[in-house]
């Protein structure tokens, strides 16, 4: 696969379940050319990536659309890979790109749930080892 080369820098903005508004419109006045949107994590659906897609997509020539598989590494790549295009292929959007990202470790999400509400100490997650990360 060729590479890649931008030699005019964009503006792009990433979005998951956490933005439960997008404002296309703001994004295009702010110079914002391309969203990249969470569609999801193991076998499962972003709650806010139909919605937000939808609102980008109506916005056809001035906001290209892209999505990431967040990773979970206690579920099969390969299954995630799958389930992930076959979710994107269904809603019909057009989705210029997708990507798995990367961004945990930990090995145990009950205890990495209770490192986060304050009733673990982190040292006390486990992780998976860096050479076990693909």
Known sequence: M???IITD?????DH???DVLLKPQELINGGVTDVILKAGSGLQVDTSFQKNAAS???FPKSLRLHAYWWDDP????NNQADFAAQTLKKTG???LSLWGDLEQWWSDWNKWQL???GR???ADVPVFASWALD
Do not use: D, F, R
């Open 115 to 117: 490192a986060t509400a």
């Open 74 to 77: 206690l579920v099969s790549a």
């Open 16 to 18: 998951s379940h956490w």
């Open 56 to 58: 980008i997509a109506k």
């Open 2 to 4: 060729p590479a890649t």
């Open 120 to 122: 673990l100490p982190w």
């Open 93 to 95: 959007l057009p989705v």
């Open 9 to 13: 820098p964009v503006l792009v903005t």
